[in-house]
């Protein structure tokens, strides 16, 4: 099998704030392997993300974030690391980010063979205040 991520991606009003909560598996996961959230606003947050490696060979996985495909660490398209390597991340403090209405994340698994089961979830609002 080939790489695949289901989206699943949910928006309400909380409080005059646009809100989306969106669910993602990926399957067969390798280490560049990336997917893309989209229909983001242009200015947000990343207020919670969970990421929690299900199965495969990997033991560490080190969630990161762009604002484009293929993006690298040294550009400004990098919005910035989630966390250190573990089998599960979270973020407490909130990744405020501009884009042009999507976000590419890749879970970085230390596997050697792409076999990685990984499920992730975003709260994210818009706006940044």
Same mark, same amino acid.
């Given at each position: 099998m080939a790489y695949s991520a289901t989206i699943t991606k @949910? &928006?309400? =009003? =909380?409080? %005059?704030?646009?809100?989306i909560v969106v669910s993602v598996i990926e399957a067969e996961a390798a280490s560049t392997d990336e997917f &893309? =959230?989209? %229909?983001l606003p242009a200015v947000g947050r990343i207020m919670m993300y969970n990421a929690t490696l299900i199965s495969g060979t990997a033991t560490t996985i080190a969630p990161i974030i762009g604002r484009a495909t293929g993006w690298s660490t040294s550009t400004q398209d990098a919005v910035g690391?989630? %966390?250190?390597?573990?089998a599960y991340q979270h973020t407490t403090t909130a990744i405020p980010f501009v884009c042009s209405g999507s976000?590419? =994340?890749? @879970?970085? @698994?230390?596997?050697?063979?792409a076999d990685g089961v990984i499920h992730s979830e975003f709260v994210i609002v818009e706006g940044l205040a």
């Open positions: @949910s &928006e309400r =009003i =909380i409080q %005059g704030i646009k809100t &893309e =959230i989209t %229909g690391a989630v %966390g250190a390597a573990a976000l590419f =994340i890749r @879970s970085t @698994s230390d596997a050697a063979t």
